[in-house]
C-alpha cells in the first residue's frame, strides 16, 4: 500500500493548481465511501487517497511550507490510513441544534468504543477509537472520533469474498445498524490484503 511521504506530495503551488479541479472527484469518492447510521451519525471510511487529500489541504489552508510543519501533518494523519488489515474511519455526531447537540453528546459518553462491523457469518469487530489523545470528558462526548477496526485473516477473506458486511452501534442511546451498500464495500474491500 502506498505511503504518505513529503517527497510523495505536492507543493502548494501544485496543489493550489488542482485543487479545484480535483474538489468533485474528492467529494464522490469520499461520499462513495461514507455510511449512514440513522438520522444522526456517519462513518466516513479513510484510505490513502482521503488521507492525502486532508493532509494537502490542511497544508494548504494553514499555508505550511516548512519540512517541519509538513512532517508534523503527515504525523498527525498518516495513522488513519489503513495498513491492510483493517479499516479506519472518521465518526460524525451530526445535530445541527446547538442544544439538542449539548444534550445528545452528554446521553452517547462512550458511543465510539461502541462501534462494530460485522462481516456476514463472523462476530462483531468492535472500533479502537481515538487512538489518537481522548476526545471525551465527565459531561459529553465529542462530536469527532477516529476509529479503527482490526480484522481476522478470516474476516479479511471473507470481506474480500464478498461476504456482506453490516455496520452497527450497540450504544444503550444509540442503537442501530445498517449493511453496507455493495458499492461501498467493494472500496472498502480494496483495502484490505
Known sequence: MATISRDSLMSL????????????????????????????????????????????????????????????????????????????ATMLIEYPDVHERKRELARLIGIEDRMFVEPEGLQRVYAIADEDLDRETDEKTSAVHFLRFEFTRVAIDAIRAGAAVKLGCDHRNYPAHTGILPETLASLAGDLR
Do not use: C
Open 13 to 88: 503551488e501544485a496543489y493550489a493548481k488542482v485543487r479545484q479541479t480535483g474538489k468533485p472527484d474528492s467529494i464522490a469518492h469520499r461520499r462513495l465511501r461514507t455510511v449512514r447510521l440513522g438520522e444522526h451519525l456517519s462513518v466516513q471510511f479513510e484510505d490513502e487517497r482521503t488521507i492525502r487529500r486532508q493532509i494537502q489541504e490542511m497544508l494548504h489552508i494553514e499555508k505550511i511550507f516548512d519540512e517541519e510543519g509538513i512532517q508534523a501533518e503527515i504525523d498527525a494523519y498518516a495513522p488513519l490510513v489503513p495498513d491492510g488489515g483493517n479499516w479506519t
